[in-house]
């Protein structure tokens, strides 16, 4: 061949001989043939032998592939793509064990799964299955959650019930009551608590009627997690007629948005009531790092045993993860009281193995 001019097409027909015609070769094999011999194999660095490379520092190929370390091609590496819910990239691996003591879930509005009339303007989105819940959960290092129905979801409590019949291990159900409707505490099966809210505008004359419901919970051994802003003074005289009954209060007691106002007012108040032992707090729907003076608060009044951090997910102006590290990653909670705050406390108050 001349050097610098392209080799004719028959110098790199394999199949090419006397009296046959060349057969078809294609770009890679060409180009294969035009490079130049590889090196021979030469002892590294640490008497290791080193890669087998072309004059000009190319890798050596054999048959159009790279060679591996022990001259044999280079296996080629596909790109895995990433699973559904993996954590971001570069994010920290948490030193705690999570769970989410307050997540609503909710179905589409179809025939079979209507919402209530109203309430379509509350909801904040389509839908958010436990299916999607899984997928946030893993991607945020979410071990479990509390399922808790969203209000305008007419089966939200069968949707939250079935979701723990088939993953114990990641869910607890808290379907919603109406404290109008009374129930025997053995229709109560399947349930892991109570949830109920209160919220402002709702007519406090419901607290009043809700006795049965204390007695139920208090007889079956469910906790309750309640919602009842300016109206925590209520909820005294119930722990004290029901002392076996197990309370939380949900959201700080503060109301929606954020920040809240009078924040502080609020929850100075609910501290006032650490010295009711059936009394615990969530502290969930604290969106930034802003919350976090307002957790260290309860957890300074009641201990971190008694305080349980929960997303909201929905709620949130900010992602899931993030609302993670606002207690996984509090550098004012030490590491017993992080461990608490995150989930330790909420399972042992549930007895919630796994």
């Not at 919350?291 to 949130?316: I, T």
């Amino acid at each position: 061949m001349v050097r610098g001019r392209r080799p004719p097409r028959w110098a790199y027909a394999r199949d090419a001989g006397p009296g046959r015609r060349p057969g078809r070769v294609g770009v890679r094999a060409r180009r294969a043939a035009e490079r130049p011999a590889a090196a021979p194999a030469r002892r590294g660095h640490g008497g290791r032998r080193s890669l087998r490379r072309a004059p000009g520092g190319a890798r050596a190929v054999a048959g159009g592939r790279p060679l591996g370390r022990r001259g044999g091609p280079e296996p080629c590496r596909a790109r895995r793509r990433p699973a559904a819910g993996a954590r971001r990239q570069g994010a920290r691996p948490l030193t705690v064990r999570v769970v989410d003591s307050h997540l609503h879930v909710w179905n589409a509005e179809g025939p079979e799964t209507p919402w209530r009339a109203g309430w379509a303007r509350f909801a904040h989105g389509a839908s958010f299955t436990v299916e999607a819940a899984l997928d946030a959960m893993d991607g945020a290092g979410v071990s479990a959650a509390v399922l808790i129905p969203a209000a305008w979801d007419v089966r939200g409590n069968e949707l939250v019930l079935d979701a723990a019949r088939r993953r114990p291990d990641r869910f607890a159900a808290f379907p919603v009551l109406d404290v109008r409707r009374p129930l025997a505490a053995a229709a109560l099966t399947g349930f892991r608590g109570i949830r109920l809210m209160f919220p402002p505008g709702m007519r406090t004359s419901w607290l009043d009627g809700a006795d049965w419901l204390w007695a139920a919970a208090e007889e079956a051994g469910l906790p309750v997690m309640a919602w009842l802003p300016g109206q925590l003074s209520r909820l005294p005289p119930i722990l004290r007629r029901h002392p076996s009954l197990r309370v939380a209060v949900d959201h700080l007691n503060l109301g929606m948005g954020w920040p809240p106002e009078d924040a502080s007012a609020e929850v100075e108040a609910l501290c006032r009531l650490a010295d009711l032992p059936g009394l615990a707090v969530k502290a969930s729907a604290l969106p930034s790092a802003g919350g976090r003076p307002l957790l260290r608060r309860v957890v300074e009044a009641f201990g971190a045993g008694r305080v349980f951090w929960g997303s909201d997910l929905m709620r949130l102006p900010c992602s899931y993860r993030d609302a993670v590290a606002l207690v996984a990653e509090d550098p004012d909670l030490d590491r017993h009281e992080r461990e608490l705050v995150a989930g330790d406390a909420l399972r042992r108050w549930l007895a919630w193995d796994g």
